[in-house]
């Protein structure tokens, strides 16, 4: 006997007839009948729990993962096919990429067979699916001279020669002989045969580069003569900035001789716009090796992005090595069937994951600073917490009852603000955590929590009433076993939940700043002032208006509102469009064109430090996938952040965008 199998999954939007349905169609290609069996499968859409299943049962959901069998008694003969229908998904489907990319049967003996999926098919979407970044051609005639992203802030060259073969780095003192050392490591790996930096004896032009008092942290300076340049900074952050857009600028001319020069003298003169220009990364949803989380961090120093905010902790795994808890890592990073995490967002039955061991973290943070960025830790809490009380159930309230779930269906997910074993967690991990990442910021999150949250722990109930009195816990114990989260992320300002969160995060806080380092967290972090205005800084996410009032108030704001800097939203409402949809959609020249400062006061805009791209990764199973996402619009974000409004065009930045590179090298088809 072989058991095999294909599954075919359908959508269908809701209409006035038939409420909306999501089809699994699992064929039996094999040469026996199966009976009581089940079907797993995972991806980005959610089967809700109260749904109804056409012609099957609903056996387990957790978040994305769910498990399905047949009618009682029913047997699955050769050749044919089982069809059932969910009505009801707390996350439905906008894009083909939502739902399940990854699929397994188990055997009524318990054998787990995996089954190759295919993207689902939408009712009336016939074009064909893409992937891969979108091409933007280099024109024949640019709005400008020089291939440059960022465009910098004053650029007066004269003359036009034939591009040199590549820079012979000549740096004077210690910054510059690392500024130059970080730049030719960066192109060889970048660009490994082109050979950007290379001696006289391979006809390299004489790069000069040098010390200037009196310029900014980041800023530059650059001559040019007939045969030679000089760059000039105060930092080696400026330095190395300045190799960039020299290389930038000769890769252009060199490649496209005839849409891009190169000068024979005259100046550039750059600053950026924010000191913050960061992008974030998603490691727990889909994990990114060691290998790609560097080369990311590569292809933002091309973009002189400086600030890299590694999201290391969620529900779906944990992905920091922490000493003290070996278990984080055993049971926290790894899913799979049966196993204290199943199979999520496309990770398959099989044992999927990984984590950072300390060595490659200081790896990667070693690299980051070569290449003028800062590596920014986030273990988010107490929110977004489900793998790591898989791995220390010992965190939990043990008297606590009831269930609440997140917005994205992970039950009882938050660390117990009531629960003082939960503060010697946390300053254990704070402590391992700061020693890896001498930057001295912690992200701890704070985002997300769900409304119901702790309303059945007796703990956090008279922790509650001790700090707001018995009406407010008499309140919270009215959310006990409400599940809510169906259509977004609960609003909890002003609840008892962000009262309790409130009280936590003012503890963690004071402890990360006993150590000397700095807050950051995601918007809600502001609630109740939890965290010290001078000691902290909050992302803005949720739509861009929060930003501009949480300035008022005294935060200091980065501003990544998911309508334009999420990257992992679709690049348009099309079926055929992979990625998210529940913040809507933004092409590149969408995010390109937004404007962070818009909306802000001029008090606001001196606790306005910058901006930040975010990488969500539950679409990212497809790495074709993240090369759409993410490019170009990771540029844009960077050119946003360096280039002042007033020089900001997308007829210049569309002509050059096809000159930065991507991540895994998947392009377009169209």
Known sequence: MTAKFSLVTTWTPASDSEPLGYGLELTNIGDAPVANFQLGFSGPARVDPHATLENGKLLKRLSNHTLIAPPDDYVLEPGATWTATARGLSYGLRHWSDGANSAYVVLEDGTVITIPTAPTQGKGNNAPLLKGAARFPVPAKAPVAHSIIPWPRHVATTGDRIAPAGLDLKPQGELAQAAGKAFAELVADLFPLEALVRPASEAGMAVEIGEKVGLGPEDYEIAFENNGVAISASTRQGMFYGLVTLGQMLRGAKLH????????????????GFSFRGTHLDVARQFYTGAEVSRLIKIMAWNKLNKFHWHLTEDEAWRIEIDAYPALTEIGAWRGHGKALPPLLGSGPQPTGGYYSKAVIREIVALADRLAIQVIPEVDMPGHFYAALQSLPELRDPNETGEYQSVQGFPNNSLNPAHEPVYKFVET????????????????????VPLAAWSGSPLALDMLEKLAGKAMRDKHVKQFNQLGNHHGAD???????AILQAAFLRRVHDYISSKGAITGGWEEAAHGDAVDKDKSYVIGWRNVEINAALAERGFDIVVSPGQRYYLDMANSISWAE???????????????????????????????????SCIWSESMTDRAIFDRLVF?????????????????????????????????????AE
């Open 257 to 272: 001789p005839h849409t891009f020069t190169w000068p024979t003298g005259g100046t550039i003169t750059d600053a950026p």
């Open 429 to 448: 991990v704070v402590d391992e955590v700061l020693e890896m990442f001498p930057g001295g910021v912690f992200h701890l999150g704070a985002d997300e």
């Open 491 to 497: 609003e909890i300002e002003g609840s008892p939940t």
């Open 578 to 612: 992979p990625g998210a949809g529940w913040a809507g959609w933004s092409g590149p020249q969408e995010t390109y064109e937004f404007e962070a400062r818009a909306g802000f006061s001029e008090q606001g805009l001196s606790h306005l430090l910058g901006i930040q």
């Open 632 to 668: 170009p619009r990771l540029s844009a974000v960077a050119e946003a952040g360096w280039t002042t409004p007033e020089r900001k065009s997308w007829e210049r930045f569309k002509a050059m965008a096809g000159l930065m590179p991507i991540l895994y090298g998947n392009w377009a």
